[in-house]
């Protein structure tokens, strides 16, 4: 029997276009499991502007939360942040409902996991009262003048610098203001206000009087590293 060479010719290119095919598929799965696996990798301007907004989104809904649970008759020291998903530290949700931010009955806020994608490190949300932002309430560097701040810890750099452009905060030299102090975000807040350090870059002060924005560590938390704040409650 005969054997048509242009046929033979045929099924091997067919051949050679099904693997060099797979090579791009596998090249393109390689690239989408790496950005979805490594922590703040695979975003780019037009989701980064996104997820911005989306922060600033539920900085505005945790603020409108904590006051209304001051409207439901609490005092600032009440206020809880108790979830199911969240650290057992912050306590039960079931522990007084209405002066909970994450209960119907309470604040009515939405719990959101991590952002893994503007994130460095797999951090939740935090909640303190253990610092004071300069320019914002009282002046005295006391118990007293500390804020209730929520803080997204670890955010990329690309993420901080454009917190920072959409809140007027100078970045010098492609940089986010770095804090001069030693922001501590623990122990959380469970009703009792402390007072740390000031979310500050003095000489700068280009944080200072910003109830929003984002800085470098320098020591705790480490420089190099960036995290996202917003003062849900001044004092």
């Known amino acids: 029997m005969s054997v048509n060479p242009t046929h033979i010719n045929t099924q091997s290119g067919n ?76 306590g039960d949700i079931t522990d007084d409902p209405a002066r909970q931010i994450f209960a119907r009955e309470g604040g009515g806020a939405t719990w959101r996991d991590n952002e893994s994608d503007i994130q460095t490190q797999d951090e939740d949300w935090l909640f303190n009262g253990r610092n004071r932002v300069i320019g914002i309430g009282t002046t005295e560097a006391s118990i007293s003048s500390s804020e209730l701040v929520s803080v ?27 804090d001069d102090n030693n922001v501590l975000f623990t122990p959380i807040f469970s009703g009792t206000f402390t007072f740390a350090a000031s979310i500050g870059d003095a000489p700068t002060d280009y944080l200072h009087q910003k109830n929003e924005g984002c800085f470098e560590g320098e020591t705790n938390p480490p420089a190099g590293t960036y995290h996202y704040y917003r003062v849900l409650l001044a004092r």
């Open 15 to 90: 051949i050679l276009i099904y693997i060099l095919g797979a090579i791009v598929l596998i090249g393109l799965l390689t690239i989408m499991v790496k950005g979805s696996s490594t922590p703040g990798s695979g975003i780019d301007r037009e989701a980064l502007e996104i997820r911005v907004a989306e922060v600033q989104a539920y900085g505005n809904e945790l603020e409108r939360a904590v006051s209304y649970v001051l409207r439901n008759g609490y005092s600032e020291t009440d206020i809880r942040f108790a979830h199911p998903n969240h650290s057992s530290a912050y």
């Open 152 to 178: 997204l810890p670890y955010v990329t750099k690309d993420f901080c610098l454009l917190v920072n452009d959409k809140n007027n905060i100078t970045n010098t030299s492609n940089n986010p203001p770095q």
